[in-house]
């Protein structure tokens, strides 16, 4: 099977659970495909978002993704503020920063004396989450490939709380030894949803200062010290950019391709199956004119964030319900 199925079928399987003893998997939320790197180019396969005391108050916030930015500022519920001054940013960037948060539901614009100011629609929950694990899916030990590399970064930066290996292959004593002691193993059979846990992660040190490596050259690897700060404001930036993302292909990401059909996942799908090929394809990397099955046609319509809503333990609606209840009563007051 390939990487990118075997991921999609993990996911599912994951959201399936809800943590506890008798259905193993995650009561907080998946997504797929994040960058979790300070100044490198690390991309994570899965991260899962363990739930923090205040989960239940970012959901509720807002929908979206909220760029670190406007969090690394005063900008509250309290007093309308002036982006260009809250923001410590490069001015280029500030009206796109102000754009996405205001997509993602966590800022409102006003207008006062002139000035363009901005409000958070309430108050950001510090708390929200508990643990940040990082899933990399590697279905066929035999195709390692950067495996042992990327493995060794994550533990040193230590910007996730525990890293794990999820594979479909046997696991023998020397793959083990081929890879950090920290990371856990996950023997995970995607045709079954059987997954065994070969090994615990040991928990990273996420909270103190990290090493990252960067540029690698015959003989020299070049690193650097990632201060704790930088570290905390990289994982806030990471679990938001899940909490906005999820796992499922994106709609707008869907072929199209006249062959392409809508295929199932664990009962959590939709997801993008291929006659032709025989199988769930990668959008981004298989489907396209330069396919030799290709036929040009129409996407399917899709809709990732209602399957979403009905396969998640948690209510990924809350914040959109908020965010229309509150522009109701913004319009009931004129
Ligand atoms: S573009 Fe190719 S891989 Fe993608 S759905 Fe069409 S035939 Fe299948």
């Excluded at 997509?103 to 940040?132: F, K, M, N, Q, S």
């Excluded at 650097?224 to 570290?231: F, I, L």
């Excluded at 994982?235 to 199932?264: N, Q, T, Y």
């Amino acid at each position: 099977m390939r990487e990118y199925a075997f991921e999609l079928a993990l996911c599912a399987h994951l959201e399936s659970g809800d943590g506890s003893a008798s259905a193993p998997g995650t009561d907080g939320l998946l997504a797929r495909q994040l960058g979790a790197a300070c100044h490198g180019s690390r991309v994570m396969d899965v991260v899962e978002v363990v739930p923090g005391p205040q989960f239940d108050d970012r959901v509720s916030l807002c929908p979206g993704s909220i760029p670190v930015p406007v969090l690394e500022t005063d900008i509250g519920p309290g007093t309308a503020r002036d982006p260009r001054r809250a923001l410590d940013v490069h001015p280029d960037r500030v009206e796109g920063i102000v754009d996405a948060a205001v997509d993602a539901g966590y800022l409102d614009r006003e207008r006062r004396d002139g000035c363009d100011l901005v409000r958070a629609t309430g108050r950001y929950p510090a708390h929200w989450v508990g643990r940040l694990r990082g899933i990399e899916n590697k279905p066929d030990l035999g195709r390692p490939g950067d495996l042992r590399r990327q493995l060794r970064t994550d533990v040193s930066l230590a910007l996730l709380d525990e890293v794990v290996l999820a594979t479909a292959s046997h696991v023998t004593g020397a793959h083990l030894n081929r890879i950090p002691d920290a990371v856990g193993v996950w023997r995970f059979d995607p045709e079954t949803g059987e997954r065994e846990v070969v090994r615990e992660p040991t928990p990273l040190d996420s909270d103190g200062p990290g090493v990252e490596p960067l540029d690698r050259r015959p003989g020299r690897t070049d690193i650097r010290v990632v201060p704790a700060a930088e570290k905390r404001v990289a994982r806030r930036r990471l679990a938001e950019r899940a909490f906005g993302k999820g796992w499922r292909p994106d709609a707008a990401a869907w072929p199209d391709c006249a062959r392409v059909s809508v295929g199932e996942c664990a009962g959590t799908g939709p997801v993008p199956d291929c006659p032709w090929k025989g199988r769930i394809v990668d959008p981004g990397s298989e489907c396209g004119p330069a396919c030799g099955g290709y036929e040009p046609g129409t996407a399917p319509e899709v809709d990732p964030a209602a399957a979403r809503a009905d396969a998640a333990p948690w209510d990924p609606d809350a914040g959109e319900r908020r965010r229309q209840a509150g522009l109701g009563n913004f319009g009931s007051s004129e």
